[in-house]
């Protein structure tokens, strides 16, 4: 009897689970027949088993119009670590006859949209490019070997061969990461976003008009994740004297920092010394967005809401935990709330923290992204209600994934079309803007 590969790889991850006994007969000797393989041959096979499974390194590519030129990256999110940034690094591979005597090069750029493309009127660009970079890449301006500064450029370099020359940026501190604001659910186009690019394109010189048949760009990320160590838990009270009588008002969070999609426990103590009713208690996660151009503006959206209807009687004590859940689902239909990335991404969620390097706040453009916890608690009086709040700071964010091994060799690199998934049928940007992979056909014999 033999298995197929699919359940000889379920076969042996059975060595290390308890197979309890089953009742079917037929399934009773097709367990007797699973740990026979398991005590024999699969046993010795489980190293090669494993090895043929092993992950492949993917490396995007996307190859213009006119086939002149193409670009291969290693990754598409570059990490901002608060003291230093991922450098952004690459390969561009060039046809020589398609080229017919022009210069390569690479820019990379950030740029703050805050309006679609259709609303440019009277020659003034809802946009601004908050940095702009530009290397030439052929011919080359040093040799090829200086050039080299990362591992995944030096194994592209030996599989595309020697029309391939690598490229290198490295991130200013002042830049922020990539956000967007999400746009009400009828609008169409880009919207108000920070975003970052690598385009690549041939042209008689560097300042020549761009032919969109011989660039190619790629949307990158900048983004952030959790620092390893946790803050202490913020804690914040006050006291409001009513009629000679003190409100006290106490709340704290378990944690500093939140991972997206973790609950927040607040836990609230309202000691009630005054004569007046305490009506209710409202709790909310408010995302504040500091957009920083021509000038600092400041925009809170609530997030999270709880408003569980609690009261304190005079004279009486409550001490309540409440659970808050900040989550994208729950805010589909909200326009402005910031997120990471752009809503027709189907990797798309609140927008994280943003951490800023000591130093540099002050020359940061964008936007950046903080969050808190407000409490409410509303208290009922003869000439209307009053109330006491208090706001509890804390970060949200992804914990920082681990890191993956890069391949050894260039057999282990897998090439896939660079494209985000698409949702509802949405077109590309790079598509919309004309480029397109050139797939197979120009890509050089690999060696």
Do not use: W
Not at 394 to 413: Q, V
Request: proline share 5%.
């Amino acid at each position: 009897m033999k298995l197929s590969s699919g359940l000889r790889e379920a076969v042996t991850d059975s060595r290390c689970l308890h197979i309890e006994l089953l009742c079917s007969p037929t399934l009773h000797l097709l367990q007797q027949h699973i740990l026979h393989l398991c005590s024999t041959d699969t046993a010795d096979s489980l190293p090669s088993i494993c090895a043929s499974m092993s992950p492949k390194n993917v490396v995007f590519k996307k190859i213009c119009k006119d086939k002149s030129v193409g670009v291969y990256m290693g990754r598409r999110d570059f990490i901002d670590h608060v003291d230093s940034v991922d450098p952004v690094d690459g390969v561009v591979i060039i046809d020589h006859e398609a080229l017919q005597g022009r210069k390569v090069f690479v820019t990379l750029s950030c740029t703050f949209r805050y309006g679609r493309d259709d609303m440019d009127v009277i020659g003034i660009a809802f946009r601004r490019e908050l940095y702009l970079s530009t290397r030439q890449v052929y011919p080359p301006l040093q040799d090829r070997e200086r050039s080299i500064h990362t591992k995944i450029q030096a194994r592209l370099l030996r599989k595309l061969g020697d029309n391939a020359h690598p490229f290198f940026f490295e991130f200013p501190d002042n830049l922020p990461c990539s956000v967007a604001l999400q746009p009400a659910p009828n609008d169409v186009g880009k919207q108000c976003l920070v975003e970052f690019e690598i385009k690549v394109f041939s042209a008689e010189s560097q300042d020549a008009k761009i032919k969109k048949r011989s660039s190619v760009k790629l949307m990158i990320r900048k983004v952030q994740y959790a620092p390893e160590s946790q803050g202490v838990p913020p804690s914040v009270e006050t006291t409001k004297v009513m009629s000679d009588k003190p409100l006290h008002v106490k709340a704290s969070l378990d944690k500093e920092l939140y991972y997206h999609g973790e609950v927040i426990h607040v836990d609230v103590c309202v000691a009630n010394e005054t004569h007046k009713h305490v009506k209710n208690i409202i709790l909310s996660v408010d995302q504040i967005a500091n957009v920083v151009l021509y000038s600092n503006d400041s925009y809170s959206k609530s997030v999270a809401i709880e408003e569980a209807g609690d009261s304190v009687s005079p004279g009486a004590t409550l001490h309540k935990v409440y659970k808050l859940l900040p989550v994208l689902a729950n805010n589909l239909e909200r326009r402005g709330i910031v997120l990471d990335g752009k809503l027709k991404h189907e990797d798309t969620n609140l927008a994280s923290s943003s951490i800023i390097k000591e130093g540099v706040l002050k020359e940061v453009l964008g936007i950046m992204v903080s969050y808190k916890v407000m409490v409410k608690v509303i208290i009922g009086g003869m000439m209307g209600s009053s109330e006491v709040g208090l706001e509890i700071p804390f970060k949200l964010m992804h914990p920082k994934p681990e890191a993956e091994k890069e391949s050894e060799t260039e057999d282990e690199m897998e090439f896939q079309e660079f494209k985000r998934s698409n949702v509802g049928g949405m077109k590309d940007d790079e598509e919309e803007d004309g480029n397109v992979s050139g797939g197979e056909d120009m890509a050089p014999k690999e060696k």
